[in-house]
Structure formats: structure tokens, C-alpha cells
């Protein structure tokens, strides 16, 4: 299990729904089924490109952003490359901290959003 902060819509989505969504629970294929069909309808989206698609637009996002190799590999949950765990975080006893760096860098490459949406 890895933990990875919310920030932006997501962090103001959970404060909304703080019992999040229960019909998605360990269901990620109706998630995705559904969230695919809503971007389509709504035209946020080609029939090329998926919910899957949003993790390698993020990925970007963060490589544009700056954001250290160690801590993308960690929010996607890339395993740890050739290199080993060289800068990456080595143990549990700086949990918090480790989760404030993460929404540091999190917080720098959210998109705006209209709350309207929650």
C-alpha cells in the first residue's frame, strides 16, 4: 500500500464525500467503465484515450513541474528504478513529513477547477 496525499478537486471532493464513493469500492473496473463514459458524453475526451490516460497526463505534468523522479515514481507507483531506492524515502519514521513534501509538489501542478463540479 503506498499513501499519497489529496490536493485540488480531489482533497475538495473527499471534504464533500468524506465517506467517499461506495459503489466504487474495490470495483475499479465500474469506475473506470463509468468515468470513461461520463468524459466521453461530455466531451472531455477522444475514444482513444481513457481514465488510464489521465495517470500519464499527470505524469507529465509533474515531469514538467519539477517534481523530484523519486516522488513521481511514488504518487504513480512505479517501482523503483535501475538506481534502487537512491532518494527515495528510505523508511517510515518521516511519514508525515514525506506526505507534506508530496502535496508540496502535488499542490504546484493542480489544475484549477470550478467547484461548481463537487
Known sequence: ??????????????KRHPEGFLR??????SFSNAANNFLL???????ESTVYSLR???TARMRNGAVPEHIQRHIVGHATDVHGTYGAF?????FDDRLAEMAVHMGRVALPFDMDVI
Do not use: W
Open 1 to 14: 500500500m503506498r499513501a499519497v496525499p489529496l490536493v485540488g478537486i480531489a482533497l475538495e471532493a473527499v
Open 24 to 29: 466504487y469500492y474495490d470495483k475499479g473496473n
Open 41 to 47: 458524453a461530455n466531451k472531455l475526451r477522444t475514444k
Open 56 to 58: 500519464h497526463e499527470y
Open 90 to 94: 528510505p523508511d517510515q519514521s518521516n
